[in-house]
């Protein structure tokens, strides 16, 4: 189809063909069947198509491809309903963080790292509001620990950068002792292959018990001891340093198992949760304690419409019952003697 002849028709026709495909398709089960259904394209992927068919129309409009850009809004508009962001409330926060601890405390040795990383990065999420992509991109020079003259406590005091650019943040009082437990955490050290390991202790445990070994696997030993020995590369507890990120890894898939185990994948709506779920969450229970709706949106980096039409609208501190719960005064009638007195008057 040519350029010219695309109009407002036109664009209403793609849009009846989108809504019947279907996009990417479910796994398939062990007999062939899918998983779930099929879904077609949402709302927002077929008005991003029509905002870059838009773009193209305007970019040849400039260069006198055609004479005029066609209205590509859809015919009957309807009203948008408003998504609200999928959150914790207050007791299901404290479910999830106590099962990630449970989950840390039983998890084999060589996980156990990744859950204590995803513990803390949970409860420092939740305390500071942050975005999981702004929350990947901290270095430990970017979180200063402070004292704020305002409560007397001790918080953190965060340079982020991320999707609106550089901008502060100061956390909860709580967020201090995870993050303090965060530097004082070793980072993983490599185990090493597990054979070569085996291996060295071996050497070790044979060396030890004879008082010496052959010159073959002393010379093994020799070479796996730099790896392996006491002092050796493998043993070496190495800390965070300025310049490393707080949250090196992604620890995604965890944490939507414990999701999925703990019943808490979904909200009342039927949204899912994710990590970025835990900033929804600090939102929201700061609105409920009585934080002011202006300084909460900067310290998140948003603004206030935003708050108010994504988070506040639907929690039930923003109504006041005070306010709606009044009962007008009314006062007793009293029957209208006029009329006797003036027959009185005239008798």
Request: hydrophobic share 30%; aromatic share 8%; glycine share 6%.
């Amino acid at each position: 189809m040519a350029i010219t002849d695309i109009d407002s028709g036109k664009a209403q026709s793609y849009r009846l063909h989108r809504a019947k495909q279907f996009g990417r398709l479910p796994a398939k089960g062990p007999e062939g069947e899918y998983v779930r259904p099929p879904k077609p394209p949402s709302r927002s992927t077929i008005h991003d198509e029509i905002g870059t068919l838009s773009l193209v129309l305007q970019t040849a409009y400039r260069h006198r491809k055609i004479h005029g850009v066609p209205d590509l809004s859809p015919p009957y508009r309807q009203q948008k309903k408003i998504i609200h962001r999928p959150w914790f409330t207050l007791a299901e926060y404290k479910q999830l963080y106590k099962a990630v601890a449970k989950a840390a405390r039983e998890a084999p040795e060589r996980y156990r790292y990744a859950y204590e990383q995803l513990y803390d990065q949970i409860l420092i999420l939740g305390n500071t509001g942050l975005r999981p992509d702004e929350a990947t991109r901290l270095q430990h020079r970017d979180v200063t620990i402070a004292h704020d003259r305002d409560t007397g406590q001790k918080i953190l005091e965060i340079e982020v950068r991320g999707k609106t650019g550089y901008g502060p943040c100061k956390s909860m009082p709580a967020a201090v002792k995870h993050y303090e437990r965060l530097l004082a955490r070793p980072k993983q050290a490599p185990s090493g292959r597990a054979k070569d390991r085996k291996r060295y202790e071996q050497l070790a445990a044979m060396k030890l018990e004879a008082g010496k070994l052959s010159p073959v696997r002393q010379k093994q030993l020799d070479a796996l001891a730099p790896l392996f020995g006491e002092n050796g590369a493998f043993n070496n507890l190495e800390y965070a340093k300025p310049t490393d990120l707080l949250f090196p890894s992604n620890h995604t898939d965890i944490f939507n198992d414990i999701l999925v185990k703990e019943g808490l994948k979904y909200d009342r709506e039927g949204h899912p949760r994710v990590l970025y779920s835990l900033r929804h969450t600090y939102i929201c229970l700061r609105l409920l304690d009585g934080a002011d709706i202006y300084q909460l949106a900067k310290n998140c980096r948003t603004s206030v419409e935003m708050i108010e039409k994504h988070y506040a609208i639907h929690l039930k501190n923003v109504i006041d019952a005070g306010a709606i719960n009044v009962r007008k005064t009314r006062r007793r009638s009293r029957p209208d003697t006029s009329t006797f007195t003036e027959l009185s008057d005239g008798e």
